[in-house]
DNA sequence: CTTGATTGTCTAGCGATGCTAGGATCGAAT
DNA sequence: ATTCGATCCTAGCATCGCTAGACAATCAAG
């Protein structure tokens, strides 16, 4: 039976190598230039090898996605940790959000912005996309104020960097300014 | 020279009538349906004839963008003139801003999510776009608060509402609690 | 009025996309 | 050694955005 858990244990590199070799095409040149056949191609597969791992492109997209979404999770993390104080806090995570939207504009993008076929905010999401939003609220439940839910506090918190990200990623809002509007919307909505 | 005048007129009709159709498909099946064979085939020309009114996809979704901006321009003025006093007129911004991105979401993507070629946020911005910032700047600016800058604030607002907009349509929210979501964006942000 | 040129439109086709059917090949088990 | 099942690839489908070249209608000049 050795035989098949090798094959086994071959055939899920195979398919990390398909997730990471997807992320790195997409971080180099963009999700457009992620076509089943350049992506076969560098992993030096067949187009039909994809299909025999994923559904179909989305489903390449929404692992990425999850993958994304845990380190996400780790970089708010460390972030936050690392600041003293609420008001401190809450302006490390905001600027590490946006840090990480800046650096990996494909993956946040198979996050936020593509679809995925993945489920969020709802029972059946999957953890990691559940994780990275407990990061937020962890930091952020402390600072919503009396008589407002931590959650919907963190909700749109987020919103708000999100809107941040990308409108200006997409060129909506000028480049610069960007540690101004951060500081603007720490101090008007998080209650200290 | 009046049969080459009439020519012309029958051109710029055509050319509402392609902006228009491929409004319409867009918000009846969502943008991926707006083909070029499919916009072609509605208005009853062959597809080369888009390509004598347009560069191509791109700038299409561009023209839908700028009457988008307009319509939007309007209903945020409409919004905001019914209201009695700042804050009642900067909660009635933005659920008119979030209701104009539920009701015509084609016209939104256009506008904020997809490339229509447009410039944004500089010199040479078309005069549409340029005016429905406008119209969030007139709310806003008088609830910035002293030292803020009106156009940073607007912008922060701006993107704080684009994200709840995005965010929701996408899924990413829960589709309830938005005007819960209002209230809190409106009385953090705002200084009244 | 006839001719030639210009303008307008269409048919047909190019390269590329996501995805799939069917056959070939290879290894494990009898 | 032979069967059988899993694995993988070649080839192809329908569709995409876009364009070249042929054709017809229209206009200006002789």
Redesign the interface.
Known sequence: MSVHERKQRERAARERLIVATARELAEQQGWDAVTTRRLAERIEYSQPVLYSHFRGKREIIGAVALEGAAEMAVALRAATSAADGPRERVAALARGYLHFAERNPAVYDAL??LDGGL???QEDTPEPLKDAFAALLECLGEVAGDG?HPG??T??F???????A??SR?????PQ?TE??VE??VD??AVL
């Open positions: 936020f912005q489920a969020y905010a407002v919907l506090f909700e749109v987020w919103a708000s960097l999100h809107g941040i990308t409108l997409a060129g909506r809002l000028p300014d101004q509007r603007l919307l008007r909505l």
